[in-house]
T-cell receptor
Framework: DIQMTQSPSSLSASVGDRVAITCRASQGISNYLAWYQQKPGKVPKLLIYAASTLQSGVPSRFSGSGSGTDFTLTISSLQPEDVATYYC?????????FGQGTKVEIK | QVQLVESGGGLVKPAGSLRLSCAASGFTFSDYDMNWIRQAPGKGLEWVSYISRSGRTMEYAASVKGRFTISRDNAKNSLFLQMNTLRAEDTAVYYCATALQPDFWGQGTLVAVT
C-alpha cells in the first residue's frame, strides 16, 4: 500500500509568515492529492484538490503544488484563523490514506 | 441546506456489532461517491471505506476489511456502515462524507468499544 508521510508534524510561526507543509507518497500518485484543514473541535474542510486546485471559497493565501510523490501546501501569509491541523490525502484508489497531520500554531 | 446526519453510534463491548447510518438531504445523494472516515480521540483522520455512487464499487482500509461492510440506499438517501467484531482500536468518531467534491461532511457519531 502507498504510505503518505507529512512533515513537519507540528510547526509554530508568526502572523504573516510563509508556511510550507510537505506530503510525500511512497509511490507516485500523479496529482490525486487533496489537502484538508481541521480546526479544533470542527469537521475537516477541503482546501485543495488535484494537488493544486483551490476549493471554492478558500482564501488565496493557500496554495498547493507537486505531482507524483512530492507535494506541498503553502500558506503565503499565516493568519490567526489558520490555526488548525492540516492533512493530505490520496484519493485515486484504495487505500485512500491520510497523512498523519501537521498541527499549525501561532508563535 | 445540505445535511449529512450520522446515527447509530454508542457504547459496545469488544466483538460486538453496530450499524451506522448517514441520512443525506439538500443535495442529489445518488450523484456522489461516499466515504466513511474516522478519528480516534486526539488522533488524526483515518479513511475507513468508500462506495461509488451506484453502490457497485466498495473499498476498505486493511484495518477493517472483512469486519465492516459499506452500503447505500439511493432511494432513501442513506449511507450505512455495518461494523462487526468490533475492537477497542475501532473507538472513534465516525464521519460520513462525500468523496472529495463537493465537500460535505456530517458532524460524526461516536463509537466506543470497551
Amino acid at each position: 500500500d502507498i504510505q503518505m508521510t507529512q512533515s513537519p508534524s507540528s510547526l509554530s510561526a508568526s502572523v504573516g509568515d510563509r508556511v510550507a507543509i510537505t506530503c510525500r507518497a511512497s509511490q507516485g500518485i500523479s496529482n490525486y492529492l487533496a489537502w484538508y484543514q481541521q480546526k479544533p473541535g470542527k469537521v475537516p474542510k477541503l482546501l485543495i484538490y488535484a494537488a493544486s486546485t483551490l476549493q471554492s471559497g478558500v482564501p488565496s493565501r493557500f496554495s498547493g503544488s507537486g505531482s507524483g510523490t512530492d507535494f506541498t501546501l503553502t500558506i503565503s501569509s499565516l493568519q490567526p484563523e489558520d490555526v488548525a491541523t492540516y492533512y493530505c490525502q490520496k484519493y485515486n484508489s484504495a487505500p485512500r490514506t491520510f497523512g498523519q497531520g501537521t498541527k499549525v500554531e501561532i508563535k | 441546506q445540505v445535511q449529512l446526519v450520522e446515527s447509530g453510534g454508542g457504547l459496545v463491548k469488544p466483538a460486538g456489532s453496530l450499524r451506522l447510518s448517514c441520512a443525506a438531504s439538500g443535495f442529489t445523494f445518488s450523484d456522489y461517491d461516499m466515504n466513511w472516515i474516522r478519528q480516534a480521540p486526539g488522533k488524526g483522520l483515518e479513511w475507513v471505506s468508500y462506495i461509488s455512487r451506484s453502490g457497485r464499487t466498495m473499498e476498505y482500509a486493511a484495518s477493517v476489511k472483512g469486519r465492516f461492510t459499506i452500503s447505500r440506499d439511493n432511494a432513501k438517501n442513506s449511507l450505512f456502515l455495518q461494523m462487526n467484531t468490533l475492537r477497542a482500536e475501532d473507538t472513534a468518531v465516525y464521519y460520513c462524507a462525500t468523496a472529495l467534491q463537493p465537500d460535505f461532511w456530517g458532524q460524526g457519531t461516536l463509537v466506543a468499544v470497551t
